[in-house]
């Protein structure tokens, strides 16, 4: 990732201040869907910046270090060299990151070290993922404890019940303290959770509180709630990275995380930020696509093509 998000101090009259037309946000979004397509190797080299960006997930109660080595397998090469070459690709191509949960975080660095690929950031859930709903000496402590044991990004989670009851100063110093823990070398990612934001106004406002105490990015979901990442929701959280970087100075990066599971989805995500935006953010130090199934419906649009036929999803395998 590049530079880190210093913060600044809460600015309450700006967070309070915030309102969100509804109807508007709504039909910015739908008139993402009114641009001409991306077809033939203009959608397939969006598609490998799609891949670059992608923190390959797994987050399952059963995970294991299997499962983890083939994640890592994965991401380290995340698409066939024939495949590749066909493409016309120069030079290596891996996924954004690895996330893992805590516990697993040593078996990634150590896989992604034997792969020769310790280039591939692991990062990793915490402070009590997903629900968030555990003492902060603890949510503190999962993050120290992922650090120590080699996650350079740290995904944590915002306490819903400040958001919901408008407490921004508590909130702040909760991720304040957060960013603390991660130390001088992670970069912290924060989960808003907007399904369970209460309002567009709301995501607005946890994304500014979320920026002023330091977080490098800002990101959806957990992809455990009813509601994830949504495009209206998207438009709101990029225009409060815009506005952040106008006022403040500082390049925040977003994440969109649940339910992105095509190219279709990704494809739509990466027009949105390019919109709102700009090209700046459309690398993997400013924008990750948290995502388990997404790579294998991308490997099966660049297969069509490269060869003018599909594969079946069991073609490509996940390490």
Same mark, same amino acid.
């Given at each position: 990732?590049? +530079?880190?998000?210093?913060?600044?101090? =809460?600015?309450?009259? /700006?967070?309070?201040? *915030?309102?969100?037309?509804?109807?508007?946000?709504? $039909?910015?979004?739908?008139?993402?869907?009114?641009? #001409? @397509?991306?077809? %033939? %190797?203009?959608? @397939? !080299? /969006?598609?490998?910046?799609?891949? &670059?960006?992608?923190?390959l997930t797994t987050l399952g109660g059963d995970d294991t270090s299997g499962n983890v080595t083939r994640l890592c397998a994965k991401a380290a090469e995340p698409l066939s060299p024939d495949l590749l070459r066909a493409l016309g690709w120069e030079g290596p191509l891996t996924t954004g990151a690895v996330c893992v949960y805590p516990a697993r975080v040593k078996d990634a660095v150590d896989t992604l070290a034997q792969l020769g690929a310790s280039h591939v950031p692991v990062a990793s859930v915490a402070t009590g993922f997903p629900s968030g709903q555990y003492p902060l000496s603890t949510r503190l402590a999962e993050i120290r404890a992922a650090v120590e044991a080699g996650a350079r990004e740290i995904d944590v989670l915002v306490d819903r019940g400040l958001v919901l009851t408008h407490q921004w100063g508590p909130l702040y110093q909760q991720l304040q303290q957060?960013? +603390?823990?991660?130390?001088?070398? !992670?970069?912290?990612? &924060?989960? =808003?959770a907007v399904g369970e934001c209460g309002s567009l106004s709301n995501v607005y406002r946890a994304s500014l509180v979320a920026m002023m105490a330091g977080s490098d990015f800002i990101k959806t979901s957990t992809g455990k709630e009813g509601v994830n990442a949504t495009l209206p929701v998207g438009i709101v959280m990029c225009r409060a990275i815009r506005d952040f970087h106008r006022r403040v100075g500082y390049k925040v990066g977003l994440k969109p995380a649940g339910g992105i599971r095509t190219a279709k989805d990704a494809l739509s995500w990466l027009i949105l930020v390019k919109e709102e935006?700009? &090209?700046? /953010?459309?690398? %993997?130090? =400013?924008? $990750?696509?948290?995502?388990?199934? =997404?790579?294998?419906?991308? +490997? #099966? %649009?660049?297969?069509?093509? *490269?060869?003018?036929?599909?594969?079946?999803?069991?073609?490509?395998s996940m390490g």
């Open positions: 990732m590049g +530079e880190r998000n210093p913060g600044c101090e =809460l600015d309450l009259g /700006w967070v309070s201040g *915030v309102r969100v037309n509804l109807g508007a946000v709504k $039909r910015a979004a739908a008139g993402l869907g009114t641009h #001409r @397509a991306l077809k %033939q %190797q203009w959608q @397939a !080299a /969006w598609l490998l910046r799609a891949v &670059t960006c992608i923190d957060m960013k +603390e823990a991660c130390g001088p070398n !992670a970069h912290m990612k &924060t989960i =808003l935006l700009g &090209t700046d /953010w459309l690398t %993997q130090d =400013l924008f $990750r696509i948290g995502a388990s199934g =997404l790579l294998t419906d991308i +490997e #099966r %649009q660049l297969y069509h093509f *490269v060869t003018g036929s599909y594969a079946c999803a069991g073609h490509f």
